[in-house]
């Protein structure tokens, strides 16, 4: 198999997912435990929740609040000059 070939991360959860090495397994064992990685993933990418909206930041009242203070005591300051 091509398994020489791959990125360490790959070659070890291949041989996890083999219960082994994937170099003592047949052709037919390989591409079985390969199918099953490959619909493990496509599934786990599509059973993801909504993405967060981009570009919006959700602040509590306190947060709100403390960042108004901050602006107003620099528009102050910048008054005292």
């Known amino acids: 198999m091509f398994c020489n070939a791959l990125?360490?991360?790959t070659k070890m959860l291949l041989d996890a997912s083999a219960g082994g090495s994937m170099m003592?397994?047949?052709s037919?064992?390989?591409?079985?435990?390969?199918?099953?990685l490959a619909a493990s993933?496509?599934?786990a990418h599509h059973d993801r929740s909504q993405p967060t909206k981009r570009g919006i930041?959700?602040?509590?009242?306190?947060?709100?609040?403390?960042?108004?203070?901050?602006?107003?005591?620099?528009?102050?300051?910048?008054l005292k000059k």
């Open 7 to 9: 990125r360490p991360q």
């Open 24 to 26: 003592i397994k047949d």
């Open 28 to 36: 037919e064992e390989e591409i079985t435990i390969i199918d099953v």
């Open 41 to 43: 993933d496509y599934q």
């Open 57 to 78: 930041l959700e602040l509590d009242t306190q947060n709100a609040i403390l960042a108004q203070n901050k602006l107003l005591s620099q528009q102050m300051e910048e």
